[in-house]
Each structure stands twice: as C-alpha cells, then as structure tokens.
C-alpha cells in the first residue's frame, strides 16, 4: 500500500458491447469553453434590421464550424500537441476490443439508420472498429455540446443581440490543460478577428478536468482484472481491457490524495445508456 490506503475502486465506466466484461485503464480529461458572442443592447427584428448589422449568431456558427473537419477531426493549430504515441499495450488492447464490432453495430450506437450515409472512416469495413475505438480511447476531441440564443420571444422574428455555445475538448494522455485552452483561445480569436466584425467575444473556462491512465502493473489492478474474471467464471485474460472516452475528474484527484492506485470495474454494458435518459444497469450484472 501506499499512504495506508491499499487501492481505489470505482465503477463508472462501461463495457464496449453487452457480452464481455471489461476493466478500465484510462479515461480521456475534458475541457468546457463558454463561447459568448455579444451585439447590440437588445433584439432586433429580422424584417426591420436584417441585413442590416452581422449577426452574433452567424459569427458564433463561423466559429464552431472552424473547429473540426468534415470528418471529426479536430483543426485546431496546436490543439494536439503533447499527445503520447499509443504504447504497444494499448494497440494490442485495441485490437483485442474491436475483434467482435461490426460496421452494423457501430452505425446503430451512432444513431445511423442502415442505408444512410456515414463518416468516411465508418466505410473501411475492416478497420472501422479499431479506428473507433482509437479515436475514443487515444484521440482528442472537439464537440459543441450546448447551444443559446439569448431570450426566447413569443412573438415575431427577432435577430438574438447575444449567441452563446459550450465546446467540450477531451484531452488524453499526455496533453496538459493550459496548453489545450492556450491553442483554443488563440484559434477562436484568430478566427474571430479574421470576420472582422463589430460584435464581442468573450470566451470563459467552465471546467478543466486531467486525463487519468492506471497502472496496469499495481497490485489493485491485477486484483481487479482477477476478481471480474472469477465473478464471471471466465479466464482472466478474456476480461478485456479498455480504455473510456469519458472523463471522471476526481478520480486523479483522489488517487494523489491517497496516495493509491485506481481501477475502474465496469458495470454498465453498452447499451445501458450510461448518463444518458433510461439509464440502467441489468440485474445480472449486479448479480455478479
């Protein structure tokens, strides 16, 4: 042990599909940016002032649409850099993981309907599954995951005198959050300044949570992986072991107060829902 604690244990992670148990070594940090583009004092209307003054929600659509490309990935200056190279343990766990995916089944978790049309790395029948996982597990990510306008009006076409947005950016091992927000404020301003427009911008951090990564030779992990194993009645080596694209931010923060090593045993399977509405666990999970 260290600093009298033998180990941390927590469970909020999933399993990559309903039938292989899992147990999580890393999860991805995050980053939420506030976007607030700011014009006139107040409203204005769309048939008496349009066309008139650039509108903050044009300039914050501008913005969001300069973060990633069209197929996800993000482009912005700098944004990347400090990620570590995949280890040769995280390859051979990504392989591992994707054996059993099908495009079918990744479509259906994205919410493609069969027949429309996908990503352009979703077309690679073969390596879609491990390019999937590797962009989850081992890439950073740009997404908008809140959108405002200002007051809503019951009545009438009104122009929003304010836009508001919320980007998260997950980060992975080993970016650091003052350079990952450094490049972000630099991208936006450019960006911004580039319009030329008369409105504001104001960009303020809501949360800045670290990636955190196991080691996979401490005593608790390999106690961990061994009693998931037994709990299902499997070899200890076909506990598959998984990273998360999720963040959990305390769980670095508690494994140095501590001073222990931390696992994630997964309990939720993949279509549980996790944090998501009809969130769930099935019975013979917690049986187990």
């Not at 260290?2 to 599909?17: E, M, T």
């Not at 501008?62 to 197929?71: G, I, K, N």
Request: hydrophobic share 40%; glycine share 8%; net charge negative.
């Amino acid at each position: 042990t260290r600093g009298g604690v033998a180990g941390l244990l927590v469970s909020n992670s999933a399993w990559i599909d309903d039938d292989r148990p899992c147990i999580c070594y890393g999860m991805r940090g995050v980053i939420d940016l506030e976007l607030c583009v700011m014009g006139a004092e107040r409203p204005l209307h769309s048939g008496m002032h349009g066309g008139l003054v650039p509108e903050p929600m044009f300039d914050l659509m501008a913005l969001c649409s300069s973060l990633v490309d069209p197929t996800a990935v993000p482009c912005v200056p700098g944004f990347g850099d400090g990620v570590r190279p995949p280890k040769e343990e995280d390859h051979a766990n990504l392989k591992t993981a994707a054996r059993n995916f099908s495009p079918s089944q990744l479509c259906e978790r994205l919410g493609r309907l069969e027949g429309a049309p996908v990503p352009t790395w979703l077309q690679d029948t073969q390596g879609a599954a491990v390019e999937a996982l590797r962009r989850t597990w081992l890439s950073p990510a740009l997404s908008v995951t809140e959108v405002g306008r200002g007051p809503l009006h019951q009545c009438g076409r009104h122009i929003a005198h304010k836009a508001t947005c919320v980007i998260s950016a997950r980060t992975v091992p080993c970016q650091t959050q003052e350079e990952v927000i450094a490049s972000l404020h630099r991208h936006l301003r450019h960006e911004f300044d580039k319009r030329r427009s008369p409105n504001r911008l104001e960009i303020k951090t809501l949360a800045s949570c670290d990636w955190w990564e196991a080691r996979t030779t401490s005593h608790v992990y390999r106690a961990a992986r061994s009693a998931v194993a037994e709990a299902w009645g499997i070899e200890e080596r076909e506990v598959l072991a998984i990273r998360e694209g999720g963040t959990m931010a305390v769980l670095p923060a508690l494994e140095a107060e501590l001073g222990c090593d931390a696992v994630q045993m997964a309990f939720s399977q993949a279509t549980s829902a996790l944090h998501l509405p009809n969130e769930r666990i099935a019975s013979k999970v917690l049986a187990r």
